[in-house]
């Protein structure tokens, strides 16, 4: 047995409602309410805040398709189209859904909460008939088996460790030596930033939360993926769960935390068996525990399961939602790592997956192998997703400085026999779309910045030719506009109305306002929005009217010279 | 932990080119405002913590993106400039959006012109925005009696949910939904006057928009002393209320003084108040004779007339007469049957019925010595029923002196022994619904028995094609022991219709009763098998029947129909006069009704699949006897209400000449008028009706309705084909 952190009981227990009844029936909510101490609108805000939750009874089959990014360039929302329309008049729902996570098996949907993978039209309806004939989720996922991915653990190339005995080599090192200013010293000299998307420097993060006053501190590993096209987390879970446990006790160690909380999205069942399984052994070797290693440092890791959105990787709305509230991002300052600012109010180290997993490794490899491991003088290693239109998408080991041609054509394999790539997005939506003509820009922080891109997340999706960029755009910042929690003005009205606005562009109506519209809702959203997901809603069309202005112009005079925009359906 | 981040000392900045001075934790919006300088904000409130959600009062701090100044604290050397053009243009693109999607002008704006977002869109120079209107409606609650919410015109600013949580401590609103979907929820996102909102008035008087506004009552203009919110506010009922809120309801409540011996409210009469009693005591009894209307044969056959006149139930007993011994009414107390009189005092409420769904007043009230009430309108009223501490007072004083009659007015409960009456007096519970809430559902687990304490409940049971309303239960009734009593599931469900209170007994208690006295639970079982034969033959009369028409019209459920046959009627008007004539001149036959082939169906009680006619009642002296007449009580008031409600106008008011006691002096005997509700009685006492013999065209029928329409519907039913035509002439 072992400590918990404090979490909020109440997304086990709305679940536990969940699973017994297939919704949240109001009796068993009242019920919850007295049981908990907790006013009835707490349990309707978030209830009602993450879609995870049924508030009336659902379907026999809840059919949910991504649409996001990879999934819309294969086609997930003619799928869903087609799907609603043959089952129309059914026991059916089907819904979009924001990215499932598995952007390189493109089009993904999810049947009664099992995710099923390269989903064709007949798959799709055969997987809805049987959930009609009333297949359990487990005998729906069993028939698919085929369909699904085979993500055999396979052993990553930066990995310190030959073998399983020798796992947890450093934090051996470290837990006797103690020497935690060392370590910060080699995490600042190595350049090692947070790998989610904002690229803060971790050595500094762990500092400053190891300097805040008070016992009191916590170490949240950000497992909640979500971004269209950012699968790298999955795979590092998948392949290396090791390295991502070391690193956050290390965190929990040097920032002197006791409890570690690792927050993963609902999806990721498969990690977080794999996870769940490497704690254990964790606990079973006395490498968590009251005596780490057998010294007087204790440390205690649990899996705290995202009840579900984009938002929640939102490192703030991420705390809330672990507190059991609304993941609505919280103002700055005081940040998390600030006394005020972390989960409970206490100072907390939040860092991404990747991030966590190359703490040990440069650790363990030491500053010279960052220099080394990267080229065209860019330091160190990363994990890439590349999916879209290329011929083998997947994630990619990669060094630092890797030019992102070499990434597509060479690693991902391109794009398909007889097509032209025509844009990528380095990091998924919030990164926007490059031109072809930028595929020799180098995976490199500074670099991007300075072309006005980003590496991010790196969250790579390609479109070849067939692609139409304002129709990439609208997809882009619908996926904003659907993730957007409501809380600011600037992000739930204005992506809404930047939504709108996209979608009678892409029907050739453009109002005699639109374009200073246009210009006024970007600043407004970017400068005024909480958060990061509003301060970026406008990136994709940015982007899109910077690199293919000509594409956007022709759509105003009635022509898609993709093709694509004046036959399409309904957008999600 | 407070101590720790707030580090004592003054810390400098500039703001606007000017160099301020503020102690350390002061926002940049306090610092402005203490130097003069006006941040514009929307959900931003001084006693309120700061959320920063609107942006509008966004400045430029020097950093990547602007900061919220209701949210930001200063740092020592900040710059901020918060008129910036980048600053203002980002505030009006907000207003621009916020304004697309309000319907201007609010409420608040067409009643006070004082929207925060319509002024500050004014300011701003928003008139036409140019961003699309909000496809979505997102749509109004009329549910409280105080509060008027139009979620269209909410921008979520989070006032009315800090105002509810955080100042009032009340715990009921909430952001619900997520995105542009989100809106504020009451509880389970319930309609307001549903949820546990107790009426303070809070969120009301934070809120900048039309979206929560005061409900004006029509009937404003009460007679009596206005009276000063603060003077209000020190009674103890009013405790939690806030005060703007009874600022904008002044003379919703007023004081009157009342010397003894004048009527404060009279049986029968509409309304809209309830009276609270300050001071003295006063007398409520009923001022109509207790009788029943009794038809008799002046002179032998049908040709001569039928008199009506008023008999009690000692002189002459009906068929299934109720033997309560006490009359229900619309205050903390019943009336005896045999002399309908009570006294209030000061503390005690009546007239809450009559105030939250506008029932007749039940019974007369006279002022016994001086008399001081709070005289109220249905906003006041429901906001002192919210409060916790005048809850719990007319809670304690129902039970010390209403529990007892209550149980006792319920005839399997009338011998209860006291000892168990006791013990009921604290196990209890009391509990208020609003209309169409659901108090129990079919199907679910039975766990309580109840007694309606005030209002009606609706009994309704699923069938396929849509629910069978079974009956309406008022005041005295009760409901839940056939699920107590069969297998432990709810057999029926049961709706408040409008404003009910009722007695909960958990179910352990009731079985605990049952297993001590057998007479009660014989007296039980007796009615529920009563009940489920009256609900099986309901039903079944439904379920043969072939034309929804036919159905809709009720004629199905009919015992009998009077028929007049359109072709043949030549609308002479022999049958009503003949009516009249035979019944003291006051007709019980209307020559018009509902259509059916050539035929009008002109009266009789139909026992209607939905009884509206029961509906209301104020005393509850109307019901359905087990073979589905309607009954009168002897208590009838006269009122009117279910004459009214009857959608078929079988029910009549037929008055008598009476002696009654003078109000100004009692000892003396007055004449009077005094109304009693009678319906068709189909001239029981004669072979015919006189309608029917009266008709020279051989147009009127007295039918069985499945007989007579038996072939025209084609029914199933084999054994109705054989006779087309009921009796007729």
Known sequence: MHGRAPTSPIFDELRAIQRAHGYLPEAELRALADRQRIPLFRLQAVASFYPHFFLTPPARAEVRVCGDMACHRHDGNGLRERLAARFNGQDVNVRHVSCLGRCDLAPAIAVNDRIFEKVSDAGAGSLIEFALAGASPAQLAASASAEASSDRRRRVECDPYADQSSQYGVLRAYVQSKDWPGLIATLKASGLRGLGGAGFPTGMKWELVRSQPGPEKYIVCNADESEPGTIKDRHIMTHAPHLVVEGMILGGLVAGARHGILYIRHEYTDQEHILQHEIDRCYREGILGDRVMGSDLGFDLEIFVSPGLYICGEESALLEAIEGKRAEPRNKPPFPGQLGGGLWAKPTVINNVETFFFVPVILSKGVDWMKTAGRNGSAGVKFVGVSGDVVNPGVFEVPMGTPYRELIEGHAGGVPPGRTLKSYAPSGPAGGYLPASMLDLPLDWNAMTQAGATVGSGAIVVCDDRACMLDMALNSVRFFRNESCGKCVPCRTGSTKMTEMLTEWTKGRRGPHDLALYQELCHAMRLASICGLGQVVHVPIASVMKHFPDEVEAHAKGRCPAGVCFRLGAPA | ?729
């Open chain 2, 1 to 729: 932990m407070s101590e720790t981040i707030a580090q004592t000392g003054m810390i400098n900045l500039i703001i606007d080119g000017r160099d301020i001075s503020v102690p350390r934790g002061t926002t940049i919006f306090d610092a402005a405002r203490l130097n003069g300088i006006a941040i514009p904000t929307l959900c931003h409130q001084q006693n309120q913590a700061p959320v920063g959600v609107c942006r509008v009062c966004i400045v430029d701090v020097g950093a990547r993106v602007y900061a919220a100044a209701c949210i930001r604290e200063c740092e020592p050397g900040m710059k901020v400039k918060t008129a910036e053009p980048g600053v203002v243009q980002a505030r009006a693109t907000l207003v621009e959006m916020l304004m697309s999607d309000h319907p201007s002008p609010c409420a608040r704006q067409q009643h006070s012109g004082d929207c925060e977002l319509e002024t500050m869109a004014k300011a701003a120079g928003v008139s036409e925005p140019r961003f699309a209107r909000r496809l979505s409606t997102r749509g109004r609650d009329d549910s409280s009696l105080s509060i008027a919410v139009d979620h269209e015109a909410c921008i979520l600013c989070d006032r009315c949910v800090r105002g509810c949580d955080e100042v009032k401590k009340n715990m009921v609103i909430g952001r619900s939904g997520r995105g542009y979907a989100t809106h504020i929820g009451f509880d389970l996102d319930l309609p307001m006057g549903s949820s546990t909102c107790v009426s303070c008035g809070e969120c009301m008087v934070s809120c900048p928009t039309g979206a929560l506004t005061n409900k004006r009552v029509v009937d404003s203009r009460l007679q009596g002393d206005r009276l000063d919110p603060e003077w209000i506010l020190q009674l103890p009922v009013f405790k939690g209320v806030s005060g703007t809120f009874l600022e904008l309801n002044q003379g919703a409540v007023v004081k009157r003084a009342i010397p003894p011996g004048e009527i404060i409210c009279r049986e029968g009469e509409f309304g809209s108040t309830a009276f609270y009693i300050l001071e003295g005591s006063v007398d409520v009894y009923i001022n109509t004779p207790i009788a029943h209307v009794q038809q008799e044969d002046a002179a032998g056959g049908w040709f001569s007339r039928i008199r009506s006149k008023l008999s009690d139930r000692r002189t002459h007993t009906r068929d299934e007469e109720s033997s309560r011994r006490y009359i229900p009414i619309d205050a903390p107390v019943d009336l005896p049957y045999d002399k309908p009189v009570a006294e209030l005092a000061a503390g005690d409420l009546f007239g809450e019925m009559t105030c939250m769904s506008f029932h007749p007043r039940s019974a007369t009230v006279r002022a016994k010595t001086q008399v001081v009430v709070l005289e109220m309108l249905r906003n006041v009223l429901d906001i002192l029923q919210k409060n916790k501490t005048f809850r719990a007072e007319l809670d304690r004083k129902y039970r010390q002196r209403a529990l007892e009659t209550h149980i006792r007015s319920v005839p399997v409960f009338a011998k209860m022994p006291q000892d168990f009456v006791n013990y009921l007096r604290d196990r209890v519970e009391l509990i208020r619904f609003s209309p169409g809430e659901v108090i129990v559902r079919q199907g679910d687990e039975a766990d309580a028995f109840y007694l309606v304490r005030l209002g009606f409940v609706k009994v309704s049971e699923r069938h396929p094609g849509g629910d069978v309303v079974l009956t309406y239960l008022g005041r005295g009734s009760y409901f839940g022991e056939m699920g107590l009593l069969g297998g432990g599931v709810r057999t029926a469900t049961c709706t408040a219709l409008d404003h009910v209170d009722v007695v909960k007994i958990a179910g352990e208690d009731f079985h605990l009763m049952l297993s001590r006295f057998p007479d009660i639970r014989e007296g039980l079982e007796q009615v529920a098998r009563e009940r489920a034969e009256m609900n099986r033959r309901r039903v079944a009369s439904t379920e043969h029947v072939p034309i929804g028409d036919f159905l809709n019209q009720g004629l199905m459920e009919a015992q009998s129909l009077l028929l007049l046959d359109l072709e043949k009627c030549t609308r002479c008007d022999q049958c009503v006069r003949a009516c009249a004539d035979a019944h003291e001149g006051v007709t019980r036959l209307v020559r018009e009704g509902l259509r059916f082939d050539k035929y009008l169906v002109a009266t009789s009680c139909r026992s209607c699949r939905d009884p509206l006619c029961m509906v209301g009642c104020p005393v509850g002296s109307i019901r359905r006897r087990g073979s589905m007449e309607i009954i009168i009580e002897d208590w009838c008031v006269g009122c009117g209400l279910c004459v009214r409600n009857c959608p078929y106008g079988n029910l009549n008011l037929h008055p008598f000449a009476v002696q009654v006691p003078d109000p100004a002096q009692p000892t003396r005997m007055v004449a009077a008028t005094r109304n009693k509700a009678t319906g068709c009685d189909l001239c029981m006492e004669h072979e015919e009706p006189s309608c029917v013999y009266a008709c020279p065209h051989d147009a009127a029928h007295r039918v069985e309705p499945l007989a007579f329409f038996g072939s025209m519907l084609g029914a199933r039913d084999q054994r109705h084909t054989g006779s087309t035509e009921g009796t007729s002439k």
